[in-house]
Structure formats: structure tokens, C-alpha cells
């Protein structure tokens, strides 16, 4: 797929923002899968709550896992487009934040071949980036210290597709930070390739419940395959 049309050019290299990549009606199937998921499978965090699906990256090998069928249809649809190059997905993180949750500043690592893809689900958020040079920032640190090193941020609505690589994924940390609202402002660089039209200064809705789903490649896997329901 030609992403000319998606990057996002007022930030450095590279993001890629789709609106509607995926439906309402897909869109809602995702959320009444994730609903039914069973608490077992739940990772509950501080601040959120997380479900491993294709297996837990580690180090050593991931012990790959099947992915079910209703979710590898949305990784599938995200290996058409080509976003992994020469690889396909083969894991994916779901996350799911409610108002007033969000995710400290962090950048994927070395686990992951160095591309993001994440599908949004429900509700909007809005991520923000800092330099990884700038600042002593790491995941234990505060969403108070970030909000003084934002260099940008980016705006994700429900149903869009979220890709980040090259230095964004390298030299970077990224973050929700933990409010029931957004306000928006002169440093989100997405407003052009957004579906609905903003104007700065406006607040968002208050945040409602959201789930992300991260998809990315573990190029390090054991041959041995799990299967989950």
C-alpha cells in the first residue's frame, strides 16, 4: 500500500494515521469479543488492564500462541497493507483504558521488530511524545515530568490505524497521559488527516472507555505453538 497520502509530515520520521480503517460494525464485534474475554486472561496493571495475544514476548523466545480467529482477521488486514515489510504480525497487545487511565512513558524495545501498529476501539486518546535525548524519562516516571518534555502529539479516534517506525520508534517515548479530558492544542499533528474537523482550544468529550490494539512482529519465537481460545 502507498501511504503518501497518510503520513504524518508535521512530526519527525515516520507516522502513518488512517481514519476508518476499520468499521463501526467491526469496530463494535472487537468490543463485544474483548467484553466477553475471560477475567483469567486479564493482566491487570496499576493503571490499566492487558491481554497478550500470539504469546508473552521474552527475552528468550516468545512461546508462540494461536491467535483466534475473530482477532486475526484485523491482523491480517493490517499484513495486507504491507506495514512489516518483509514479515507479518504475530502478536497483538490489547490494552483497554478507562477515563482517567493512560500509559507512562515508554518505547517498545528491542523484543519487537521496530514498527507499531495500533487500532483504536471505542473511544479516542491522544498520545504524547518526548525525546528520548531531552529528558531522564522512563517507564516509572510521572505523567507531570512528561507533560514538560511534549515535543508533539498525536490524536487517535475510534476505528483509526495508528503506524509508527524509524526514529519515532527508536529515539522516542510515548504516552497517554492519566485525564478524563483532552484539550486540544497547537502540538497535535494529525488534525489534517483526521475524519472530523477540529478546531484548537476545543475539549474533547470527556474521555470514555477505550481499547487499543497493538499489533507487531516477534522475530524472536519458539517453534513450539500454543493454542488459545
Not at 39 to 49: A, F
Amino acid at each position: 500500500m502507498d501511504f503518501t497520502g497518510f503520513e504524518v509530515r508535521k512530526c519527525p520520521p515516520t507516522a502513518m494515521y488512517i481514519p476508518n480503517f476499520i468499521t463501526s460494525e467491526e469496530e463494535q464485534r472487537i468490543l463485544s469479543h474483548i467484553e466477553r474475554t475471560p477475567k483469567p486472561r486479564w493482566s491487570q496493571l496499576l493503571n490499566r488492564r492487558l491481554v497478550n495475544y500470539g504469546g508473552v514476548p521474552h527475552p528468550n523466545g516468545m512461546i508462540a500462541e494461536e491467535i483466534p480467529e475473530w482477532l486475526q482477521s484485523y491482523v491480517d488486514k493490517v499484513n495486507n497493507l504491507g506495514v512489516f515489510e518483509s514479515q507479518n504480525a504475530n502478536h497483538v497487545l490489547v490494552n483497554e483504558y478507562l477515563p482517567g487511565q493512560g500509559i507512562l512513558p515508554h518505547t517498545d524495545g528491542p523484543l519487537f521488530y521496530p514498527i507499531i501498529s495500533t487500532i483504536s476501539c471505542g473511544a479516542h486518546t491522544v498520545l504524547e511524545f518526548a525525546k528520548r535525548e531531552d529528558t531522564s524519562l522512563e517507564e516509572d516516571a510521572g505523567a507531570d515530568q512528561l507533560a514538560r518534555e511534549v515535543r508533539f502529539k498525536l490524536l487517535l479516534e475510534p476505528r483509526s490505524l495508528l503506524i509508527l517506525k524509524d526514529t519515532l520508534y527508536s529515539d522516542y517515548l510515548h504516552a497517554i497521559a492519566e485525564t478524563g479530558e483532552d484539550v486540544l492544542c497547537d502540538r497535535i499533528c494529525n488534525y489534517d488527516l483526521c475524519e472530523n474537523t477540529y478546531k484548537i482550544g476545543d475539549h474533547l468529550v470527556r474521555r470514555s472507555p477505550r481499547i487499543s490494539l497493538t499489533i507487531r512482529n516477534v522475530p524472536k519465537t519458539s517453534k513450539m505453538k500454543l493454542k488459545f481460545c
